[in-house]
């Protein structure tokens, strides 16, 4: 049985005191709940006054991207090594990194692996565009982006991978995906990783990202192949966040 597991995106949001504030509401709203894992990404700035409110809780902490080198001349970049210690988990591929930043399934690739090899685990986004989706290339956007960013990551290694399918044209528009869809995307991409991983695929969470609100979290998490969100907005409203993990919770 996999464990769900919501984790909350602040993106470019929230000063470092506000961050630490944020945190010390979600800990009194989420505590004694269980059976579910739940972490928060703020900005980079925040992550080490961050940390230490969450001792002793179940949310963990997590960051919004990284670099794949180790150090070097890449000016404004942060290595995983630097965040080795403080996070356990990255986000890597978010669809704003793709579009606005350009990276490539090759370049995610890169940081997934460097991810693994740092004893972390990565959040790897997917998901089409709205033209990709108008035009039936779902699926075929959805292999891609699995195959490629997956490249060379080992059967051992698999299960510390989280996949987070996020049709793009629904991340912060208020338009989800139905659950129905949402449903036979993640179906879809564990197929993908069953071709190349065998049974090894049931036990790859897939968190479904894309306006996750309170009032949808329980029909889009009670799917099968859905085990869990990748929380944008909401993440930031102690009160939504909390009726989303509580929705996930077993």
């Not at 150090?71 to 606005?100: C, N, P």
């Not at 991409?189 to 968190?207: E, P, S």
């Not at 989303?244 to 077993?250: S, T």
Request: aromatic share 6%.
């Amino acid at each position: 049985m996999r464990t769900p597991f919501i984790a909350g995106n602040w993106k470019m949001n929230k000063t470092v005191s506000e961050a630490v504030a944020l945190v010390d509401e979600l800990k009194a709203a989420l505590s004694g709940v269980s059976g579910v894992d739940i972490a928060v990404c703020p900005a980079y700035v925040a992550l080490t006054s961050v940390k230490p409110g969450l001792a002793g809780s179940q949310i963990k902490l997590g960051a919004q991207n990284a670099y794949y080198e180790p150090k070097g001349a890449f000016t404004g970049e942060v290595a995983i090594s630097m965040l080795t210690g403080i996070v356990d988990y990255i986000i890597i591929g978010h669809s704003e990194r793709r579009q606005i930043f350009g990276e490539t399934d090759a370049l995610v690739n890169k940081k997934v692996l460097a991810v693994i090899a740092a004893g972390l685990q990565p959040i790897m986004c997917i998901g089409e565009t709205l033209a990709e989706n108008e035009a039936g290339q779902t699926e075929a956007v959805l292999e891609r982006q699995t195959r490629d960013g997956l490249v060379n990551v080992s059967t051992a290694d698999i299960a510390k991978v989280t996949v987070a399918y996020e049709p793009i044209w629904a991340i912060g528009t208020g338009r989800a995906a139905t659950a129905e869809d949402a449903q036979n995307r993640c179906a879809f991409v564990r197929a993908q990783l069953r071709l190349k991983y065998g049974d090894l695929a049931d036990q790859v969470r897939i968190q479904y990202g894309g306006s996750v609100t309170a009032a949808n979290a329980q029909e889009l998490l009670g799917k099968p192949d859905i085990d869990g969100a990748l929380v944008g907005g909401a993440s930031l409203k102690v009160g939504d966040f909390s009726a989303i993990v509580k929705a996930a919770a077993r």
